[in-house]
């Protein structure tokens, strides 16, 4: 176990140190290899919300498990979220575990249970980790989820998925969880006409229309995903367009698919690397989850205002 400080100001209140432990190897009967998630909390506070983040499937080996996305994480964590993060079957640290496993490459279904199985063993959770114990709020849980894990978390909200495979319609939903953030999502399978299209056909099975949890869609208006379609960056803002119910759309200025290096510090495949963009996402995230979960806050007004308005705002925000 680890512990850090976290000292971004912000309206959230006054950051507090984390406690960050891992791996916690949670036994899971019928998947490949059992669960070992990360879980980071601040040391002080009580009646904290959950919220669990789905990493993206990525070039680095050790990112897209649960040692990512460190720059949110410390954030979420040091301004009062229990952070759980899971390795998905679909990370290259596994690779050489499970490349025949059924699923395989995939594990679109696998990916979403894994935040199911961690919903169920929440008590057992929470009793392993030290100075944990009696301080979760279970009734009030988020997700997040990047690139990959941002359709994930699709399917969580409430999004349907007709497998090309087998014609099988999933519906993944989990109603604990009561609000969302996807960041650089994937968008809809009907306008796929790019190279990498063909390597990713589950993606072509999505259907956004019941999608209605509520939502903050994190697009950048330079993430361009030509390897799947040539719709440009519009095409990770169809998690808002086409699902129901109260979304968000936040379009972050000058970002690419690593939105300003969220996935690691110094972490070399982010192509558009800003500290500073980075340090806003996460105050905005962690300020639209707060007030989701605490109807009547004004965190997310607050953040709104300070990173989105003005002479040099970081991006622009809508809401349906």
């Not at 512990?3 to 006054?14: F, H, N, Q, R």
């Not at 998947?31 to 904290?48: F, K």
């Not at 894994?114 to 929470?126: C, K, N, P, S, W």
């Amino acid at each position: 176990m680890s512990t850090s400080t976290v000292t971004t100001a912000d309206t959230l209140g006054t950051p507090v140190p984390v406690l960050s432990f891992s791996p916690l190897v949670l036994p899971a009967p019928g998947r490949p290899v059992d669960l070992r998630i990360r879980v980071s909390a601040p040391v002080t506070g009580s009646g904290l919300p959950v919220l669990l983040l789905s990493h993206g499937h990525g070039p680095s080996n050790n990112l897209s498990s649960l040692n990512g996305y460190a720059p949110l994480v410390d954030f979420w964590a040091a301004h009062g979220f229990v952070v759980i993060q899971p390795t998905h079957l679909t990370s290259r640290t596994l690779t050489h575990l499970v490349a025949d496993a059924p699923g395989a490459p995939y594990f679109w279904r696998s990916r979403a249970e894994d935040m199911t199985h961690i919903l169920d063993r929440l008590d057992a959770i929470e009793n392993a980790v030290p100075q944990l114990a009696g301080r979760i709020d279970h009734t009030k849980v988020a997700l997040a989820g990047h690139s990959l894990g941002g359709f994930t978390a699709s399917l969580l909200l409430g999004a349907r998925l007709t497998d090309p495979g087998t014609g099988e319609r999933a519906h993944l939903a989990d109603d604990r969880i009561k609000a969302g953030v996807l960041l650089a999502a994937p968008g809809r399978g009907d306008v796929q006409n790019g190279p990498m299209a063909e390597q990713w056909p589950i993606l072509r099975g999505i259907d956004f229309s019941t999608m209605a949890t509520p939502a903050l869609v994190v697009t950048g208006d330079k993430d361009d995903p030509r390897h799947f379609t040539d719709m440009g960056p519009d095409w990770h803002a169809d998690p808002y367009t086409l699902a129901p119910g109260r979304k968000t759309l936040l379009t972050l200025f000058d970002a690419e698919h690593g939105l300003g290096g969220i996935a690691g510090y110094d972490a070399a495949e982010t192509t558009d690397e800003n500290p500073e963009r980075v340090a806003a996402l996460a105050r905005l995230t962690a300020a639209y989850l707060r007030t989701e979960l605490h109807p009547g806050d004004r965190a997310w007004q607050t953040a709104c205002e300070a990173l989105t308005a003005g002479a040099d705002p970081i991006g622009r925000v809508e809401s349906k």
